[in-house]
């Protein structure tokens, strides 16, 4: 606590990121990192951008990416955004369209970032409860809101909201922005991007950190209505003009031009998932059932905190969250073939298998 501080700066209560180790030796199943590199094709354009013209200013507008992304989703220029990762796009969203107002809807348990956005905004927030499940009640989202966001598939629980019970969200609340975070779709969910053209009202965020194994660039994208972009583009240019360098709007580029490489690396996480579920029910663990690139799982007779803190005894690095309902739960984001079978090893010396 600092005299310096604002009262705002004072009641921030931050996020909180996984550990990032300087220690290398750790299996880092932390974070929900890609655990495969970036295409070859991304290193090459990041060394092509590394040249003279890093003295000038990137294109604010971000032109070239713009275009890249459009084409890839088949959508028209003027309905995209791309930004400094999808972090700070939906703190922009944040700030561009909930109601201050009203309350802002989103799931009970969730990427803990949105509170951290609210109480920056000034917003006020519901939490609408889970089911036992972990499913999101789709009806539970009242039309008396100041907006809503949901992350398909959530996080952390992993679990996947079919595209007609967005579509019912959206009808329902047409006069409110719907966020559809999908930081983690392309690891078995079916993006909601095709939906802007109807519903003038949602906006769609996507990453390339997961699937594209860009966490170290920074990149991220909106899709919507052309309102809505401009929107963004509103705030945006009231905080910084200039939000992606010239090495990134390259590299981004480059990820998405290189589709067949994207598929592969997006197909070995996916199979190694499948495959990860299967072995820790067979360890006693329950699992959802996960359409991301992590599972997340709780074992029936030991502690999950235990089971954390033994796992990175033998140089295992999961997640743990201290919070109702999901404190006999670890999130376990999936690595390598190898990465994985040294967790699994783990885990039987854990639960004596």
């Known amino acids: 606590m600092s005299k310096f501080w604002s009262p705002l700066t004072a009641s921030l209560v931050p996020y909180v990121p996984g550990e990032q180790p300087k220690d290398k030796t750790y299996i880092k199943l932390n974070t929900n990192e890609n655990p495969y590199p970036p295409s070859p094709k991304v290193i090459d354009a990041i060394k092509g951008a590394a040249n003279a013209d890093l003295r000038l200013y990137p294109d604010p507008t971000c032109e070239g990416l713009v275009k890249a992304a459009a084409s890839y989703y088949g959508l028209r220029a003027e309905q995209v955004f791309a930004g400094n990762g999808s972090d700070e796009i939906l703190a922009f969203a944040f700030a561009a369209f909930f109601d201050p107002a009203k309350t802002v809807l989103f799931p009970d348990i969730t990427y803990s970032f949105y509170k951290v956005y609210a109480k920056l905004y000034g917003l006020q927030t519901e939490l609408i409860a889970l089911d036992e ?19 398909n598939p959530n996080a952390p629980t992993a679990q996947l909201l079919p595209l007609d019970d967005i579509r019912t969200l959206l009808a329902s609340n047409p006069d409110q922005v719907i966020i559809i975070d999908e930081a983690y779709i392309d690891f078995g969910g079916q993006s909601a991007v095709e939906l802007i053209h109807d519903y003038p009202n949602l906006l769609v965020v996507q990453t390339l950190s997961k699937s594209r194994s860009l966490a170290g660039l920074r990149v991220g994208f909106a899709f919507g209505s052309e309102e809505l972009i401009d929107g963004l583009n509103r705030i945006k ?37 499948e495959r990860v579920t299967e072995q820790v029910k067979e360890l006693g663990f329950a699992a959802t059932d996960s359409k991301a690139n992590f599972v997340f799982i709780s074992h029936k007779t030991i502690a999950a905190k235990d089971i954390f803190v033994q796992l990175r005894d033998k140089g295992v690095l999961v997640r743990y969250f201290d919070q109702p309902r999901i404190n006999e ?13 040294a967790f699994i090893r783990a885990l039987q010396e854990i639960v004596g298998e």
């Open 133 to 151: 499940q972990f499913n999101v009640q789709v009806e539970a989202f009242h039309s008396d809101n100041g907006g809503i966001i949901i992350p």
């Open 329 to 341: 739960y670890l999130r376990v984001s999936i690595g390598t073939d190898e990465e994985m079978d």
């Open 237 to 273: 240019n009231s905080f910084n003009s200039y939000t992606m360098d010239r090495i990134a709007l390259a590299g981004a580029i480059a990820a998405l031009e290189d589709d067949a490489y994207f598929r592969d690396t997006t197909e070995k996480v996916i199979a190694t998932r």
